[in-house]
């Protein structure tokens, strides 16, 4: 985000002369832009300019010379004047050389504070600083001797003011709407409208060279067979030939500590000046090589297989929607130059060689920018300004104000000529009515003050008609301000938000959860309350990890949603169950020493269906059609909610009751049971073989009519090593949103609780091997009505005593009665009913 120097900020507005960063940060806030971080001072203490009087070069026996030196300090020399002794390793200086001392009780970026200590057989009275030490470059290879920055002290003087490392900067966080603030032409501006300040505008022509005619200079094509949405990828195009431009000159210390306050590194006089007015104006721009170009330079799209290697030195394969700058190297548009907007090519860029240089001042579509930075993942500071929009009118006065600094720091002239292929369009105007701002935002304004705080942000607005209603024409540095509420929040934002009242609405009466709210809470209330703890994973997954579960190649849950823009390429999926992210969760704490463990979480798993349609674009700025909304739901997948648990270790930990238990496959089938019981549905457990679970420790649980509920079990011995999960690990995952549909639609009724003695009845009934003991269940109960108070199953038997095909179910049924002791009469004749309707219904016959 950017950084504001105040010395630099004061160039374009008044500041007062006692403000202070923190002052600074309470204005802006107060127009909306908020203070990221203050930075401190790089330096604090006495840190001061000395000059050399005396070198003593002393040998040591490690074979390293020390320079033993005498430095004039002024003000800060020892009490009889006598110079300060100081112990240097570099031998880049000379007896009268200014160079900068760090005196004793000076603390260096790091921190690192300096003292008076006794080394080589001298005491040392402070240092001498290389730039590194200094924090304003990288440079270690000798001291900075203040000559070769063209500066000029007395000893004693303050080097901090001199080289700009006392100052504290402020750094601001700007919305996406406000890319203007990317410049201190545009926070001058906001600290002005906060403030009342005097600004003055630097982004305006101011001679007439900023002026003068354009034609005759570098050719430049514009072209765009593939606007995205309309419009143009590139709409003006500056070109600047400056000639005889000595590009190895060093650029001035001021211009280095600026950018450097700002954030950025000090590279050559061309990229430097280049940067500095992007800084200072907001409008990027690029400096090639003259000597390396082929006229005519061509903006265009990319053609499919073309690639250029950018000045990171990465090869890049461009998109057909990436736009491009060419020049006519090979023929006309055929070699390329950069990528628009974002970042230049390494063929044409300014080296110390050069002589003569071409600046380019353009302006980019911003969605275009965005789409190409993003598609590349390769953010600039001029892509940064570019995608939030560009001040369509700054290019001419940027490039002459670059093209002078270049003159005037590096020797050259500036061609007569210059090139201006301007397509730009007038902003419309916005049809607005004044007293819009006082009905939207509950503040009285009156019209007088809406077209007040309008011009004030530099918009036109015209006389207003017999309604109210005015014209209001953005400034160029304001693109996002298209609709009558954006001139609305900022009548708001610049007549002070504390002017709003802070009333909290009344919120409307609720029905409170609703019924399948409420279901999902009994769930996580049964689960942890049996010693689960509830966990979230992030939904994207790798292709392998199908391959890791070892599910079938025709498994449905191996058709997955691919992102088109993942977080990260190891992770393009959207996961198709639950349980491949817990189990990764439960890797990630059983890696970290906890042996025992009980996790569930449930969420939504994607699952397309085969052979589902794509997606369709729909237009942008109208209302799709009935078929379009069609077209689009039926391209959605599938989306069920899924709840999965995963059992590590011991379920009952040991201690001094016992050895404790390990978990085992009941374990995780007894949690489904306990769910299903929660919500009030019966369900039924069978034995069955799914992947990822073991084959003979697998249940499938299914509703009584058959429909699939999920799996429960122990996981297959085969996947756990690559899982990194111990062996006997057990998992479940159930379908949540099949339970809920078949949760009971009437409320559950309380019965009284009878005092009269309970009827015990067991029978043990030979079924086929296909009938579920749900099925025998329910058979039971109903021939028992309501005199059954319980009916369970507690054991099932498949032998040769009972014959092929065929099992044992025994159920142990609980007879009791309201209003009486039931008699044996009674309960025979439900015994009765109970074997006829077994039999009747199911085969079933009594053992």
Known sequence: ?????????????????????????????????????IHGAAVTGPLVVGRVLEIVDEPQKNGKTIRWCQVDVGAHNADDGAPRGIVCGAHNFAVGDLVVVALPGTVLPGPFEITARKTYGHVSDGMICSVRELGIGEDHAGILVLSTLGLEAEPGAD?????????????????????????????????????????????????????????????????????????????????????????????????????????????????????????????????????????????????????????????????????????????????????AGVMGGAETEVSSTTTDVLLEGAHFDPVSIARTSRRHKLSSEASKRFERGADPRLQRVAVQRAAEMLVELGGGT?????????????????????????RLVGVPYTPEQVIETLESLGAEVSAPDADGLVDVTAPSWRPDLTSGVDLVEEVARLRGYEQIDSLVPTAPAGRGLTLAQRARRRIATALTEDGF???????????????????????????????????????PELRTNLLVTLLETARRNVGRGLGDLALFETGLVTRPAAGAPAAPRLPLGELPSDTDLAALHAAVPAQPRRLAGVLVGHREPAGWAGPGRAVDHTDAIGAVLRVANALGVEVEVAADEHAPWHPGRCARISLADGTLVGHAGELHPRVLPGLELPARTCAFEIDVDVLLAA???????????????????????????????????????????????????????????????????????????????????????????????????????LR
Not at 6 to 31: C, I, K, N, S
Not at 534 to 556: C, G, R, T, W
Request: proline content about 6%; overall charge negative; glycine content about 8%.
């Open 743 to 845: 949760v009971p639609a009437d409320a559950l009724q309380a019965v009284p609780v009878s005092s009269f003695p309970l009827a015990k009845e067991d029978f043990a009934f030979i079924v086929d091997a296909t009938v579920t003991a749900a099925s025998l269940r329910g058979a039971v109960a109903e021939a028992a009505g309501e005199l059954a108070e319980d009916v369970r199953e507690f054991d099932v038997f498949t032998g040769p005593q009972v014959g092929e095909g065929k099992k044992s179910i025994a159920l142990a049924v609980r007879l009791r009665a309201a209003d009486r002791t039931l008699t044996a009469e009674e309960v025979g004749e439900v015994r009765a009913r109970i074997v006829a309707a077994a039999s009747e219904r199911l085969g079933a016959v």
């Open 1 to 37: 985000m950017p950084r504001v120097p105040m010395d630099w900020l004061g160039d374009h507005v008044e500041l007062p002369a006692d403000l202070t960063v923190a002052q600074l940060a309470e204005d802006l806030v107060r127009v909306g832009i908020e203070d990221e971080e």
């Open 533 to 571: 703890v509830e966990v979230l994973s992030y939904p994207f997954v790798s292709p392998s990890a199908h391959d890791a579960l070892e599910l079938p190649d025709d498994d449905a849950r191996r058709r997955a949603v691919r992102l088109a823009n993942p977080l990260a390429d190891t992770h």
């Open 414 to 438: 500036i061609d007569e000529s210059v090139t201006d292929v301007d397509e730009t369009r007038p902003a419309a105007p916005v049809r607005f009515d004044l007293a819009h701002p006082a």
């Open 159 to 339: 080097a901090k003011a001199l080289l700009g490392v006392g100052d504290a900067v402020l750094e601001v966080n700007i919305t996406p709407d406000r890319g203007y603030c990317f410049s201190m032409r545009g926070l001058a501006r906001e600290y002005a409208l906060s403030t009342g300040a005097a600004f003055t505008d630097r982004g305006l022509p101011r001679s007439e060279a900023d002026t003068r005619p354009a034609g005759g200079g570098f050719g430049v094509e514009l072209e765009d067979a593939s606007p995205i949405e309309g419009n143009a990828g590139c709409d003006r195009f500056v070109a600047q030939v400056v000639r005889g431009v000595d590009a190895s000159a060093a650029s001035p210390a001021w211009l280095r500590r600026r950018l450097e306050q700002a954030g950025m590194r000090a590279i050559s006089l061309a990229v430097d000046v280049t940067n500095y007015v992007m800084l200072d104006l907001g409008q990027p721009l690029h400096a090639y090589d003259l000597a390396t170009l082929s006229a005519p330079i061509v903006v265009r799209r990319a053609r499919p297989g073309e690639k250029l290697v950018t000045l990171d030195d990465v090869e890049r394969s461009l998109d057909p929607e990436d736009l491009l700058i060419t020049d006519g190297a090979g023929g006309r548009a055929e070699r390329v130059l950069g990528l």
